[in-house]
C-alpha cells in the first residue's frame, strides 16, 4: 500500500475503540455552545436547499414525534447525552445546507441503493435523500457534458464546504485505464482526486470505497485500493459494510452538520461511534456459541432453533461493526437475524479472508507463498505428514544401521 | 568401566517440562474445537446451562496463562540457570556453530560420528528449543491479539491497562501477518502445526538418544540426570 500508510503510528494506534462518554459538564456545556453557533451560521446560510425533511416526513406520514423519537435514538447513537437532542434534531432540519458531492468508482452502487431503494423509508433514508445533494451520478438526470458542468458548477459554488462522499474502489494497478468516467476519459483516480481536493472531508461510503471491497479482491486484476490510499492531506472518514448502514452514514454526516468537524475515528478511521461494537459481542445466538450449539447444515434443528452459525461460516468473533444493535431497514433484521453467518464485511480484504462460508480453519486460503489454495488444516496435515515421514525413515535406517555405544568403549 | 551420573536438572525445571507438555495438549486439543468445533454438544439442556465452547475456551486462556508464566521463567533461565545457562550455547560464534554442525552429523550419519561432549547440552539442544520458544512466544502474541477483541469498548473486570497494554503489546502482530484480525488467527493456528511438528521430533530424539547413545538420556526429564562414561568426561 503506497507508503504502508503511517506505518509506525498504525503500529501503536489502536487504543480500542472506547468513546469517552463522561468528559463531565464544562465539556458539554462547551460543545452545546459551539454547536448552537454553527446550526445558526448554517441557518441563515445561504447555501443551497432543494427539499425539506419536514416535507419529506409529511410525505411518508411521519408524525413530528416520530421523527424526535428518530432524534433521541441517533443522540444515543453518537453518544452524546441526551440534552442534545434538540440540536440533533435541528441538525436533521439543516442537513440539506451542507452540499454534496457524491461520486461512484468501481461499484455495484449498492450504498446508494440501499438508502434509495426501500419502500417504507427509515428516517435515515429520508434524510439522505434530502441531503443537499448537488452531484450523483446514479439519480441524477444530466448526462455527458451537461453532468460535468454540473460538477464544476457545484465544486466552485461549495469549494472547501461540500462532503465529497465516495462510493466504490480506485482502480490504480494495470487496470486502471479500462475505468474512466465522462466525456474527457478521466481516469477513475483523477476524477477522485480533483473532486476531493476542493471539499472539507472525504466520506468513503461502503467497503470498496474504504478498502477496496470486492474489486479488489484476489486477484485484484484493476488494482483497486480504497479512497484512503489515493486521497492525501483530507479528513477521510470510513464507512465500510456492503452496503453501509445508512444509519452509519447519516450519524457521520449529521455529526459533521453538527460541529464541523469528524467524529471520533479507530485505527481504520471508522468511526468509533459505529464500529466500537464487536458483532460477536452483541449477538442474539452469542448463548448458543458458548453452549456449543451449532448450525452444522442449512436448514436442520438447530437452524430452526436459532443456533450459532460459527460453524457455518460466521465471522462475528473478528468484525467490527455495529449492525447487530442498530441492525438494517429501522432494526427490522440483520444477516444473523435471518439465519446467515456475518461474512466480515466490513473489514480490509474481507472478500477473500472472511466470506469463505466456513470455518477458518476449514476456509481455503492461499498460502503467503501463493500457489494453491488450501485450508490451514490442509495445510497443517501435510506438514505432520512430511515430519512423520522423516522421522520414520531415519527411525528404519537407525534400526538397521545406527551404532549403538558400547559398554566398553 | 564406569558410569558417571550428572545432574541436568533441577526439579522445578522438570516440573516446568511437565507442565508445559499438560498445556500443550490441552492448548492444543481447545484450540482446535474453536477453531471448529469438532465434536457435538448432546447435553439436552439449555444453552444457558452447559457451556461447552466456554469451558473450551476458558481450558485454552488457561493453559495459555500458565505456558506464559513458565515462557517468562524459562526466559530467565535461559541467563541464569544453575545448570545450563542456555543463552551461552545460542551465541553464534566458531565454537558453538562447530557443536552445532557435529551433533547434526551424529543424527545424520546414525551416531557413527560422535565428536562433541554429550555430558552437557550443546547447541544444537540450545538452538532446538530456543526455536520452540520463540513459537510460543508468537503463540502468545497472536493469542493475545485475538484475545484482546473481547475488549472493544477498551475496559475489563481488572482495568484499561489490561487491554491498552495488549494493544501495545500485539497490535503490531496484525500488520505483519497481512493486514486484518483473520490473519493472525489463521497464523495463530498454522504455528500449532509447526508446534506438533515440533514436539514429534523433540520426542523421537529424546528416544533416540537414549537408544543409540546409551547415557540414560531419557531421565534428564524424569529423575533429573544423565550418565557419561568416566573414561569420556575425562577425554573432554
Ligand atoms: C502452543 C500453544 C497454543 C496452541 C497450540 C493454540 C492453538 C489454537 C488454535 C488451533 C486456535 C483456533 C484458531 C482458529 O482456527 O480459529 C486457537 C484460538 C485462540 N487462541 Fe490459541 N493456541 C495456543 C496458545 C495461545 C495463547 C498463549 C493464547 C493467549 C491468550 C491463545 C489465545 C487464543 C485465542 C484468544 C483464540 C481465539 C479464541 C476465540 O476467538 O474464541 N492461544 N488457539
Ligand atoms: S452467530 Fe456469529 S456472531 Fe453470533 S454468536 Fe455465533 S459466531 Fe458469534
Redesign the interface.
Known amino acids: 500500500m503506497s507508503d504502508r500508510r503511517d506505518a509506525l503510528t498504525k503500529l501503536f494506534s489502536a487504543k480500542g475503540a472506547k468513546v469517552d462518554t463522561n468528559r463531565g459538564e464544562a465539556y458539554y456545556e462547551a460543545l452545546m455552545n459551539r454547536m448552537s453557533a454553527r446550526l445558526q451560521s448554517l441557518e441563515t446560510s445561504n447555501l443551497a436547499m432543494k427539499s425539506s425533511i419536514e416535507r419529506a416526513l409529511d410525505a411518508q406520514g411521519l408524525t413530528r414525534r416520530d421523527f424526535m423519537k428518530w432524534a433521541s435514538a441517533m443522540c444515543a447513537m453518537l453518544m452524546l447525552p441526551s440534552q442534545f437532542t434538540p440540536l440533533v434534531a435541528q441538525a436533521a432540519t439543516l442537513m440539506n445546507r451542507v452540499p454534496v458531492i457524491w461520486i461512484e468508482l468501481q461499484d455495484c452502487a449498492g450504498n446508494s441503493e440501499a438508502i434509495l431503494r426501500s419502500d417504507a423509508p427509515t428516517i435515515d433514508e429520508l434524510i439522505l435523500d434530502v441531503l443537499s445533494l448537488e452531484f450523483n451520478e446514479t439519480i441524477m438526470a444530466a448526462a455527458g457534458h451537461q453532468a460535468e458542468e454540473h460538477l464544476e458548477e457545484a465544486m466552485k459554488t461549495f469549494k472547501g464546504k461540500y462532503l465529497c462522499v465516495v462510493e466504490g474502489a480506485v482502480p490504480i494497478g494495470a487496470g486502471r485505464e479500462w475505468c474512466t468516467i465522462g466525456a474527457k476519459g478521466e481516469t477513475f483516480e483523477e476524477h477522485l482526486k480533483r473532486v476531493a481536493k476542493d471539499s472539507a472531508a472525504v466520506v468513503a461510503v461502503g467497503t470498496c470505497a474504504t478498502f477496496g471491497g470486492v474489486p479488489a479482491a484476489s486477484p485484484n486484476p484493476t488494482g483497486a485500493v480504497g479512497v484512503q490510499d489515493v486521497v492525501r492531506g483530507k479528513p477521510i472518514i470510513n464507512i465500510p459494510a456492503c452496503p453501509a448502514n445508512p444509519a452509519n452514514i447519516t450519524g457521520t454526516i449529521l455529526h459533521f452538520v453538527l460541529t464541523g468537524q469528524i467524529p471520533e475515528l479507530d485505527h481504520l478511521n471508522r468511526p468509533k461511534f459505529a464500529f466500537g461494537y464487536r458483532i460477536h459481542d452483541n449477538c442474539e445466538r452469542r448463548a448458543h456459541f458458548d453452549a456449543g450449539e451449532f448450525v452444522e447444515e442449512w436448514g436442520d434443528e438447530g437452524a430452526k432453533n436459532n443456533f450459532c452459525l460459527y460453524k457455518m461460516g460466521c465471522k462475528g468473533p473478528m468484525t467490527f461493526n455495529n449492525c447487530s444493535i442498530v441492525r438494517y431497514n429501522e432494526a427490522v433484521n440483520w444477516p444473523i437475524g435471518s439465519g446467515h453467518g456475518c461474512i466480515g464485511c466490513s473489514e480490509p480484504q474481507f472478500w477473500d479472508k472472511y466470506a469463505t462460508e466456513r470455518p477458518l480453519a476449514d476456509s481455503r486460503i492461499k498460502a503467503p507463498t501463493g500457489g494453491v489454495e488450501k485450508s490451514v488444516d490442509e495445510f497443517g496435515l501435510g506438514l505432520l505428514t512430511a515430519a512423520g515421514i522423516g522421522i520414520a525413515i531415519h527411525a528404519v535406517a537407525s534400526a538397521s544401521a545406527a551404532k549403538v555405544e558400547s559398554e566398553e568403549a | ?1 564406569a558410569y558417571k551420573k550428572v545432574k541436568r536438572m533441577s526439579l522445578f525445571m522438570r516440573i516446568n517440562h511437565w507442565v508445559v507438555a499438560i498445556c500443550m495438549v490441552a492448548a492444543i486439543a481447545t484450540g ?1 474445537y474453536i ?3 469438532y465434536y ?2 448432546l447435553i439436552a439442556d439449555l ?8 469451558w ?1 475456551r476458558w481450558i485454552h486462556f488457561m493453559a495459555a496463562i500458565i505456558f506464559d508464566v513458565s515462557s517468562i521463567v524459562v526466559a530467565y533461565l535461559y541467563f541464569f540457570s544453575r545448570f545450563e545457562k542456555a543463552y551461552k550455547k545460542l551465541i553464534p560464534n566458531g565454537e558453538n556453530i562447530k557443536e552445532f554442525g557435529d551433533v547434526l552429523v551424529n ?1 545424520m550419519t ?3 560420528v560422535k565428536k562433541f561432549d554429550s555430558t552437557h547440552a550443546d547447541s544444537f539442544n540450545a538452538v532446538f528449543f530456543f526455536i520452540f520458544h520463540l513459537m510460543l512466544l508468537w503463540m502468545l502474541l497472536t493469542g493475545l491479539q485475538l484475545y484482546v ?7 475489563s473486570s481488572i482495568g ?1 491497562w489490561w ?2 497494554m495488549l ?2 503489546a500485539t ?2 502482530t496484525v ?1 505483519i501477518t ?6 493472525v ?2 497464523s495463530h ?2 504455528t ?3 508446534i ?2 515440533w514436539v ?2 523433540h520426542i ?1 530424539y529424546q528416544v ?1 538418544r537414549t ?5 540414560g538420556d531419557i531421565n534428564i526429564v524424569v529423575g533429573g540426570s544423565k550418565f557419561v ?1 568416566e ?2 568426561e575425562k577425554s573432554n
Open positions: 568401566m482446535l477453531g471448529h468445533p457435538q454438544t444453552a444457558v446451562d452447559k457451556y461447552v465452547m466456554a473450551n543424527l546414525l551416531n557413527r477483541h473481547a475488549f472493544p469498548h477498551g475496559e484499561a487491554p491498552t494493544h501495545l497490535d503490531w500488520w497481512g493486514g486484518t484480525y483473520m490473519d488467527r489463521i493456528h498454522n500449532m502445526y509447526w506438533i511438528a514429534m521430533f523421537y533416540w537408544l543409540f547413545w546409551q547415557e562414561k573414561d569420556k
